[in-house]
Structure formats: C-alpha cells, structure tokens
C-alpha cells in the first residue's frame, strides 16, 4: 500500500514538473546535457528494406535533352487532300549551257560593219542579246569594247554603240562576228557551230581584204586554230599580239590574184564577264595593236596628200 502510495505520489511530482516545465518561461538557468545530442559513431541504424534504385542525374537527362536531334525531313502537310511541303527549299540556278538557235530565233542578227580594204576589222564572238536588240555592236554597257578602242588609240575618241556604222567612214575600222546568231553568253555557243564559222569567216575577210584583223577574245582563237590544225592550241603555243605570217586569214595562193592574207592580231576580251585580265592588262594588250593602228592612218592620210 504504501508501496503504491510512493508510486502515485512520484507521478502528481512528474505530472507537475511538466506542467511547471511547459507553463514556466525559457530560462538558461538550468543545465544542458549536450551528451544527449551528440553523434555517436557507435549507433548504427540497420535498415533491412531493399535499396532504391539509383536516381538519374538531372543535370544529365537535361542536357541530354538540350542536344538538338537529328534533323529528319518533315512530313509533309495535307491541304485539300494535296500534300505540301511545309518548308520548300530554293532552287539553285543552274549554270548557263548550250542554247539551241531557237530559244533566239526572235532577235535579229547584227549586221557586218565591212567595206574593202581597211587598216583593220575586229571579230567578236557573237552578238548579245542588248546588242542584237538595239542594232549595234557591243550595246552592253558593261562591255569595254568602245572604251578600249579608244584608249588603246585605235579610235581619236570614245564612239556610242549607235556609231558603229560610221567606223569605216571616220577610223577606217570595220566589225564583224565569228558567229552571227545572238545569245545570252558565250557558253550558249557549241565549239561545233563555232568552228563551222571559220571558214565563213575566213571567206569574209578573203572577200574585203583588211591589213589585219583583230580576234577580240581567246575562245575565238582557239576556235581558228582547232580548225587550221585540228587539235587544241596547246597553252605554250597560245599568245597575245601579233602572230605569225603563216597564220594570216584570208590567204590567196592563186598565181593571176595571189594575196598573203590578214595579218592576224589577238586582243582580250571586252566582255564584261571576262575577269581573267585586270582592265590594265587588257589595256596594255589593245595598246600594241592601237599604236599600229595610229601608224598606218597616219601612213595613209600622207599618201592619199600626195596623190
């Protein structure tokens, strides 16, 4: 009894030390035992469950994701029961070919500058389409030919396209084509069509008799030069200037009416998608040719004083 008495009378002491406890204010009066809260390597936590699989790293699989996937081609939309394409590409223009005459059948072909003997003739290529469409020769404003004719002396002045027809008259200067149908650009033209015009040419120049004849451009030449000796002039055989007598045009071997022909001079070419020569190099090209062209006018106006 007593014995039960000691036991209840020991729990109202530690019920009303926790209601002291609770009720009364925080005061560092009373001590701390800090052994209660310290970390004891002794104490070890035995966890018998199965452990987790382990966790991707986040950091990975979004940079994972960042990484742009491959581009595949998207599939393409339907419209009307119509597939499209949601993203069609640009076509790429493709380079200029071979031009059959009828895709120019309509422009007009450049009418010869030509009258019998005159200092020289100039032979381009074949006429473009702004020259063939206003009538006069290299009409493109890119093109150098009026300015370079000038320049080089083989003109007192620089001519208009428009003046072209007075070129005998006022220089004693003609023009001519190696192929006469007109195209966008030289490489419309076959080397077959311009090797048929050759012998064309080379009746021409028989027929008008000039001291010489200027090729302006060296895809002209080759062309000459495959026909007379039927292969590709080789690059050390190539030049600029004059050539050689034996490859004048227009040669005559006949014994009552025998002429040694045109005296051949090979220039640049005045177009303006040629850009393998800078302006001065074609410029000290046309000038060999310009101080000879000065000479024999010169030469001709003294001799027709004297008669």
């Known amino acids: 009894m007593e014995d039960f008495e000691f036991l209840e009378n020991t729990k109202e002491e530690e ?48 940079s994972a994701l960042s990484t742009p996937p491959i581009s595949s081609p998207s599939p393409k939309r339907k419209v009307d029961g ?27 072909e450049l009418v010869d500058i030509l009258e019998p003997d005159l200092i020289c003739v100039f032979v381009g290529l074949n006429p473009g389409i702004q020259t063939a469409r206003s009538g006069h020769a290299y009409a493109h404003p890119s093109n150098l030919f009026w300015k370079l004719l000038h320049s080089s002396g083989c003109t007192t002045r620089r001519c208009r396209p428009e003046e072209d027809g007075d070129l005998p008259r006022l220089f004693q200067l003609g023009n001519t084509n190696i192929v006469a149908r007109p195209t966008r650009n030289g490489a419309e033209l076959s080397k077959a069509e311009m090797d048929a015009s050759v012998h064309i040419l080379e009746d021409k120049i028989r027929r008008y008799s000039p001291e010489a004849v200027c090729i302006v451009g060296k895809s002209i030449w080759e062309s000459i030069w495959r026909v007379r000796h039927g292969k590709a002039i080789k690059k050390e055989e190539f030049k600029y200037g004059w050539q050689d007598e034996e490859d004048n045009m227009g040669r005559i071997e006949e014994e009552e009416n025998e002429w040694k022909g045109s005296t051949m001079f090979v220039a640049a070419s005045t177009s303006g998608l040629a850009a393998t020569l800078s302006v001065a190099e074609k410029e000290r090209i046309w000038r060999e040719l310009g101080v000879w062209i000065e000479q024999r006018r010169t030469e001709r106006a003294a001799a027709e004083a004297k008669t």
């Open 15 to 62: 019920n009303d030390e926790a209601t002291n406890s609770s009720s009364a204010p925080a005061s560092f009066k009373g001590r701390l035992n800090l052994a209660n809260y310290s970390f004891s390597p002794k104490l070890k936590i035995r966890d018998d469950s199965p452990s987790p699989e382990p966790r991707r790293s986040i950091r990975k699989s979004s």
């Open 82 to 108: 119509l597939a499209v394409n949601p993203s069609p590409k640009k076509k790429s223009r493709s380079p200029s070919g071979y031009a059959p005459p009828s895709t120019y059948a309509h422009l007009p």
